[in-house]
Each structure stands twice: as C-alpha cells, then as structure tokens.
C-alpha cells in the first residue's frame, strides 16, 4: 500500500489527486458552512449548528490545502510558481476539527 501524502507525490499525480481531493471535500464542506449559516434553517441547538459549522470549515480548510497543492504543482515549472500552503491552513483545520469534537461531546452529554 502507497502511504505517501499528496505533497510527496510526482507533479502530474499531485495535480491531479490535488484537484479532485480539493473539489470533492469542498463539495461536502461549503454545503455544511451554508447550512450552519443559513438563517431559515432552525439553529435551537448551539451545539449542534457550531458543530456543523465547524466541520464545514475544515473540510473547507482541506480543500483549500489540497487545491493549494495541485496548484503549486501545475505551476511548478512557470517563471513565477505559486508556494505550497503554509502552516496557517493545516492550523485552521486542525482547530476546527478540535471546535466540532468538543461541540459533539458537548451534543451528547447535554
């Protein structure tokens, strides 16, 4: 079984695993961040909607390192390519994965 991630693979499978991981981890998280936000939707249980928003935000947050990625390595070889991702978007989906497990425990506890 191959363990690499995305970042450590050849240039023409980081664009393209890059990509489709990008596109279909957005397609599941910006729903989630609409849904949390949306004002007609019922948002009685905090917990619950904060939970929701916050595991559309890192999936969100996935997605955007993933595309970063597939970028960076369609432009590798250009006059000016563009930078893999920071630390900032790994940091960002890192705390709102921690945000929507307290939110759970919160969820069932109450």
Do not use: Q
């Not at 948002?43 to 929701?52: A, E, F, L, R, Y």
């Not at 970063?68 to 630390?87: D, G, H, L, M, W």
Request: proline residues 6%.
């Amino acid at each position: 079984m191959d363990t690499r991630s995305i970042a450590t693979m050849d240039r023409n499978r980081r664009i393209t695993w890059g990509a489709g991981v990008g596109i279909s981890v957005g397609l599941i998280g910006l729903p989630l961040v609409f849904i949390s936000l949306w004002p007609g939707v019922d948002h009685s249980p905090w917990d619950v909607n904060t939970m929701i928003l916050a595991t559309g935000v890192a999936l969100c947050s996935v997605s955007y390192i993933s595309g970063r990625i597939s970028v960076a390595a369609f432009t590798e070889y250009r006059r000016n390519p563009v930078s893999p991702p920071t630390k900032r978007p790994y940091m960002v989906a890192g705390g709102a994965l921690v945000v929507a497990v307290l939110c759970l425990l919160l969820a069932i506890a109450v």
